[in-house]
């Protein structure tokens, strides 16, 4: 879903047939300015959203932007001023603020993760585990937050999964059936395989016919062993049980990335409100 499906979404999905306590408050031509205030620390993320959301809302809204994506932010910075219908400025807030939120949030979330293996050679990687409907959105705001994308989708990349080896017989019949669809239908794809332990790791080294490997819930011990044999021959990755107390100890161990499904699915929202700029309809510019 691109960018207009989704805005074209949520304002349909809140707006309805119209915002009816604005419209029973304020004369429709009656004019006023809002600005977004932050009210915490980050690093912020989704600000061409919100203009496109206040552009497709009203066309006649001026937004005028003081802190872009990818800027640190802290309580009291406004990283936007909109000016036009009060009617209109109040039917998206609630929109602006859902979206504003939230991708701040991942791009905050992935960004601390992002300081912890500082001066390392790991990168963090995104997962799948996103909002339905939201990747994009949800991706960008890692990349604001200086991640990397794992993959979009299924159809971007072979992963081999537990499950995929578990029905396939084993990694060796997965690899073969991978390699050999790809063959067939002309297809160029990177392919990774997860393996669980020491024994799936062999089997797959043995084998090859891999990009990368990802170690999957591995302690930082073994993880360290794992990477040293694979070293030079495949890339690697590291995933599970790893959270911002430990990603470094994970990331001493050579690992090439590890990938943090949390940035997307257990974040924590900025706090930011909308506010308005004029005490009252009434008053004198």
Not at 38 to 65: H, M, S
Not at 164 to 177: N, R, S
Not at 264 to 270: A, D, E, P, Y
Request: aromatic share 6%; charged share 30%.
């Amino acid at each position: 879903m691109n960018l207009d499906e989704i805005i074209d979404n949520a304002i349909k999905e809140d707006l309805g047939d119209g915002d009816h306590t604005s419209l029973a408050i304020f004369p429709p031509d009656v004019q006023g300015k809002a600005i977004l205030l932050i009210k915490e620390r980050g690093k912020l993320a989704g600000v061409p959203v919100a203009e496109k959301i206040f552009q497709k809302t009203d066309p006649l809204l001026k937004v005028n932007i003081f802190k872009q994506d990818g800027e640190e932010i802290k309580p009291g910075d406004i990283a936007f001023e909109v000016k036009g219908s009060i009617i209109s400025i109040l039917s998206v807030e609630r929109i602006v603020l859902n979206f504003m939120q939230r991708l701040s949030g991942i791009a905050t979330t992935t960004s601390e993760f992002i300081s912890q293996v500082k001066g390392l050679n790991t990168k963090i990687l995104d997962t799948r585990k996103t909002t339905p409907n939201l990747r994009e959105l949800e991706k960008y705001a890692v990349r604001i937050g200086g991640g990397i994308n794992h993959r979009m989708g299924l159809y971007d990349m072979i992963m081999i999964k537990d499950n995929h080896i578990d029905f396939a017989g084993g990694v060796e019949q997965a690899i073969h059936y991978v390699n050999k669809y790809m063959h067939d239908n002309n297809m160029h794809l990177k392919v990774e395989i997860e393996v669980r332990n020491f024994e799936e790791l062999l089997a797959v080294i043995n084998d090859g016919k891999v990009d990368r490997i990802m170690l999957d819930n591995f302690s930082v011990e073994d993880l360290s062993a794992a990477v040293k044999l694979i070293k030079g021959r495949f890339e690697t990755e590291a995933s599970g049980g790893i959270k911002l107390q430990n990603i470094r100890k994970y990331a001493e161990t050579g690992v090439d990335y590890i990938s943090i499904g949390s940035i997307t699915h257990n974040f924590r929202s900025l706090d930011m409100s909308l506010k308005a700029r004029r005490k009252s309809i009434w008053d004198e510019d």
